[in-house]
């Protein structure tokens, strides 16, 4: 199938195409993986570092590594799994070397870009999608599994592309949810937003733990964060709870003195956190304005933290 047999209500499941992955990293690797398990034909990768090479051997067994022009021009449907400020130049680039066949189609992997970015290809007549899987990846054989339990953002130009698209992402096993053009860089903010920036709250709690004298903080990090997460997930601004969200104001300006004096930087990032849980609880309803009025004053003034 190409872009240009696409009939305007496209079948459930698109025909059995050569894919070409372009790179064979994280991303790349695993969902070439999981269009070839769908049934695809797995025609070329490229890579070059030596993880690439090693991971186009576990996941792309037998698949020829090639430059990556040789690899687009092999394939009918083309993945480009590479980083989002990488992306541009490297659709320039095919453009110009004329590497885009007419009736393709070309899907990129990128959360902040929609389909805009493919407007080089376009021109030589492919069909363009934006298909971002909304997961981290390891870049091992399992996370061809945890796909089953993730969605893609999924941009299209047009009704049979969001058919087709969206059809792929089944295919791989995954949710499809439409993401429009204009939304995807506030989209991928807030992907970003709330997945990085966990990562790196949920290091800096354990590595104050750590500093504590918690032997184990993961262990006991784990417990916590994890009902955390899934009741946020399940109850919204209901389930904000701690010093913050319950008013404790005496108890908040206790923790900023000793994050002052122990690690300045953890400090600044509590109160940032702290002045949107206040807000957030406030609009919720669970904190009153005397309780937020202190709980701000809190976060600005440690001068009574000792009374």
Known sequence: MTANDVPASAPERPARLAVGVVSAGRVGAVLGAALRGAGHLLVATSGVSDASVRRAEELL??????????VVRRADLVLLAVPDDALPGLVNGLAAAGAFPAGQIVAHTCGAHGVSVLAPAVVAGVLPLALHPVMTFTGRVEDVARLAACSFGVTAADE?????????????GAEPVRVPE??????????AHGANNLAVLVRDAADALRSAGVGAPERVLGPLLSAALDNALRHGDRALTGPVARGDADTVRTHLRVLDEAWPELAAAYRALALRTADRAASA???GPDAAGAVHAALYDNSEADR
């Open 182 to 191: 204009a939304a995807r860089p506030l989209y991928h903010a807030a992907l």
């Open 285 to 287: 309803g669970l904190l």
């Open 61 to 70: 067994p037998g698949v020829p590594l090639l430059a990556p022009d040789e």
């Open 160 to 172: 049979p592309g969001w058919s087709v698209g969206e059809a792929l992402v089944v295919e791989m």
